[in-house]
């Protein structure tokens, strides 16, 4: 076994002790054949107001401008995949699964440090960078270059053994690593379940997504006004979105995720929508500690409730 080979065995060994489930390595380089793809997605203002996708164009594109010396991508895959939804009836107002419990950034970086601690201890000083939707990097893209997946139609990585309901995160460092064949196959064929599911119609062709359009950008990303051009299309959806998700025939693959912290609270099971039109700002700061949903503040989720709650009756 090579050095290189070596590495790549404790990178994946390490990544299964931590808790990921699946661990992908590529090569650090410049990702040619995605800059024209993101200067046309930019071209179109398909970024709305997320004005910061815009900035480091060529970070976004080579790893080695994030981390000097780099010379490898390591993916990561965690799961995020509930035991149970929470309430979606049609009055319900609902949840992004990805939200139901403490926030994924702070819970899986607190993972990438101590691996990239256990790789110094084994190997000795190596230098990289840990990221979990953090820095201009297109994760994505390395996932599908490390081979742990496909861009399905909706413009998420896809995986066979799993779906779609998991968080990526990377680690970009100067060790020579044997990187991994990329995924090449296109394994959605001719399903257009996510594009004919959504109601904005954000996805415009497979792969593309205008962010301007999607419930999730219009419920967190967004921090204006809710155009009312979107009344009658936000199936209810107060923070996120999981429609083109939850249509995918991929996820039927999909398991409950083993991370206690992922789990939503007894309050917060409970939630009717009720609840939410009646939310106060010290009900909010208390179910919502440590959670994604305080991204968009509670005059973000207010906003969001009474736009809702004006585009259908809650009660």
């Given at each position: ?29 410049f990702?040619?054949?995605e ?178 359009r999607?419930?999730?950008y ?14 009658g ?9 999981d ?39 010290e ?33």
């Open positions: 076994m090579t050095t290189p080979e070596r590495h790549a065995y404790l990178l994946k060994a390490t990544a299964k002790r931590l808790g990921f489930n699946f661990c992908g390595i590529a090569k650090a380089d990702l040619a054949e800059a024209p793809k993101l200067e046309e997605w930019l071209r179109r203002d398909y970024q709305g107001r997320m004005g910061y996708l815009s900035n480091h164009f060529d970070k976004r594109l080579d790893p080695r401008k994030l981390v000097e010396g780099a010379k490898t991508v390591v993916s990561l895959v965690y799961n995020y995949y509930p035991e149970k939804s929470l309430p979606q009836g049609s009055e319900d107002l609902k949840l992004a699964k990805y939200a139901y419990g403490k926030d994924y950034h702070d819970l899986i970086q607190e993972k990438l440090r101590e691996f990239l601690s256990c790789l110094k201890e084994e190997i000795g000083e190596i230098h990289g960078r840990s990221f979990v939707d953090s820095a201009p990097i297109l994760e994505r893209q390395w996932a599908q270059r490390a081979g742990l997946g496909w861009i399905g139609k909706n413009s998420l990585l896809l995986n066979r053994s799993m779906g779609s309901f998991f968080f990526l995160a990377e680690l970009v460092i100067d060790l020579e690593v044997t990187p991994d064949l990329p995924t090449t196959k296109d394994y959605c064929g001719t399903c257009t379940a996510c594009m004919d599911a959504c109601p904005t119609d954000a996805i415009v062709e497979a792969g593309v997504v205008d962010g301007s999607c419930i999730s219009l419920t967190i990303e967004l921090k204006e006004a809710i155009p009312t051009t979107f009344s299309q936000m199936d209810n959806w107060v923070f996120g979105c429609i083109c998700q939850d249509v995918c025939p991929w996820n039927r693959f999909s398991k409950p995720h083993q991370e206690p912290g992922f789990s939503p609270s007894s309050e917060l099971e409970s939630f009717t929508s009720q609840d939410w039109k009646e939310l106060t700002e009900t909010f700061k208390r179910v919502f500690a440590g959670s994604a949903v305080n991204r968009t503040k509670f005059k973000g989720i207010k906003r969001n409730v009474d736009f809702l709650s004006n585009d259908r009756p809650l009660d």
